[in-house]
């Protein structure tokens, strides 16, 4: 890996965070778990930082890297529904009635 932690920063697309650092990606999967990934991938660099604040840029960048590809194997292994990242995913919807609400008299 040979960018800096400035290059890092100014990446908008999944496209541009595998190749940053030089990960191999299936486009199609990508482009259907696109929001997901990038969500997952948010969350464990959000982890990172927490868990680890005094990390040197190569070292932040190596374990970015890393949070990427799990990210991405979690959709592999699991799907956006199960992982229930986003909001719309928690949401109970408002004009439904479940059969465990439905009770007799």
Known sequence: MTGTIEEFKKIVDAEAYFQ???????QH????????????FSQF????????????????????SQALQQAY??????????QKLFKVFNDKPKNVVTLTEITSD
């Open 29 to 40: 999967f990508v482009n259907v778990n696109r929001l997901h990934i990038l969500k997952k």
């Open 73 to 82: 194997q979690v959709f592999i292994e699991s799907t956006p529904h199960e």
């Open 20 to 26: 940053f650092f030089n990960l191999p990606y299936d």
């Open 45 to 64: 660099m959000y982890q990172i930082d927490e868990q680890y604040p005094n990390l040197s840029a190569a070292e932040k960048l190596e374990k970015y």
